[in-house]
């Protein structure tokens, strides 16, 4: 049973415009979401992240929001570039019941291409 | 470069073969963490290390045998795997459990024939 879920395996956006990358939970345990990003041949490098007690965070051109009644967080990059065209995964993990935040549960990622 | 070097790149071994993979981070974190990722699966969890002590094990078949001798090297001991071990496995740290912010080896590619 997954417990994040990233329902679109792949993403295709033009140069400049807005990539909107998605991420459901099913676990309301969880308090603390993040985004990675991987490229070929390289592990995956962290991104955003956010807690629970925030619905919005931004860093440059990525925001991340998080709608906790709806169980859902999603990843805006504005503009997007050919450089972001890389596989991304969602995370999510707790602190509650002594769980560390370093033990995440990963989404399945999504292949973002941005073409020129 | 993440500071954290993952050896050997790529293993192929057989069913009865005896291996390792090796991890090193030069980040001065104090935990570390080996996740696998099979083919159209998710990263997964597999342990976790804090201070070199072994605080997660999730529910890892005895096959796989991890061991952490200081904060800064982790190893994962391969003995008797199965075809279906083939994965990408991936070695992380962080500067402590209290966040989620991991930097990720490169990975070393198992494949068991």
Redesign the interface.
């Known amino acids: 049973d ?1 417990q ?1 879920k990233q329902n679109s395996p792949s993403l295709s956006v033009q140069e400049g415009r807005i990539s909107i990358l998605n991420c459901d939970y099913t676990n309301s345990m969880f308090d ?1 979401f ?1 985004w990675y990003k991987k490229y070929p ?6 991104l955003i ?1 956010i807690s629970s007690i925030k619905d919005k965070n931004e860093d440059g051109r990525f925001t991340v929001f998080l709608n906790k009644s709806a169980k859902h967080l999603s990843l805006h990059i504005v503009p997007s570039q050919p450089g972001d065209s890389a596989v991304y ?1 969602c ?1 999510a ?1 707790g602190s509650a019941g002594g769980t ?10 999504t292949i973002l291409t941005v073409h020129p | 470069e ?1 500071g ?1 070097t993952q050896t050997p790149r790529h293993l192929v071994m057989g069913m009865t073969n005896k291996k390792s993979l090796k991890c090193e981070q030069h980040l001065g974190h104090n ?1 570390m ?1 080996w996740y696998k990722q099979s083919a ?6 597999m342990f ?1 290390y ?1 201070f070199k002590e072994q ?2 094990n999730n529910s890892v078949p005895s096959r796989f045998s991890p061991e952490c001798p200081n904060s800064s090297h982790l190893f994962l001991h391969l003995h008797t795997l199965q075809p279906e071990d083939s994965a990408l496995y ?1 070695c ?1 740290s ?1 500067r402590d ?11 070393s590619r198992l494949t068991v024939l």
Do not use: D, H, M
Request: net charge negative; proline share 4%; hydrophobic share 35%.
């Open positions: 997954q994040v603390y993040l041949a390289e592990g995956p490098t962290f992240s995964f995370a993990s560390s935040y370093g033990k995440l549960t990963f989404g399945q990622g | 993440t954290v935990a963490y159209k699966k998710p990263l997964e969890l976790v804090n605080t997660e991936l992380a962080s459990l209290n966040t989620g912010e991991l930097f990720f080896g490169e990975g």
